[in-house]
């Protein structure tokens, strides 16, 4: 029974170490009425080897992972199926490298707003949620993402 108990309490932990990767200064770029896309960025921090494989939010129909990329000169931007979290490294989503692309935006957001997401993060063949609050910054916030 004891020898049980331990194996269970080893995986509780397991599970809970693998949900522990920490979101660091997330935001979403401001919108003008028009747009129907806008970009989110964040750093984020595992302590196990994890990918984020997955991202949702209520405020966009799609929501989808990208790289922006130099290729043969031009800038392009890419969907991929993961970044990679190495454990203990913080990863930056940020304006012209790996970001978070809200489209099909219902209502733009502006500055003062947040944007609630749903991280996706795989682990040791499990996967987790973790949901954030984004809070939106001005469409003029330059690419460092400081005001």
């Known amino acids: 029974m004891l020898k049980h108990g331990i194996a269970l309490v080893a995986a509780l932990l397991a599970g809970a170490a693998h949900a522990q990767v920490q979101v660091q200064d997330p935001w979403v770029r401001g919108m003008v009425e028009t747009q129907k896309a806008t970009g989110a960025f964040m750093r984020l921090t595992s302590p196990n080897a994890a990918r984020l494989v997955g991202v949702s939010s209520p405020v966009a129909g799609v929501v989808e992972i990208h790289q922006t990329k130099m290729e043969g000169g031009v800038m392009r ?19 012209g490298g790996y970001h978070v692309m809200l489209m099909q935006v219902k209502s733009p957001v502006k500055e003062g707003d947040t944007v609630p997401l749903t991280l996706v993060i795989e682990s040791g063949g499990k996967r987790d949620a973790v949901t954030i609050l984004a809070p939106v910054r001005a469409l003029t916030t330059p690419a460092h993402g400081k005001h």
């Open 77 to 95: 931007m890419r969907p991929v199926q993961a970044v990679e979290l190495p454990a203990g490294k913080a990863v930056e989503l940020k304006p």
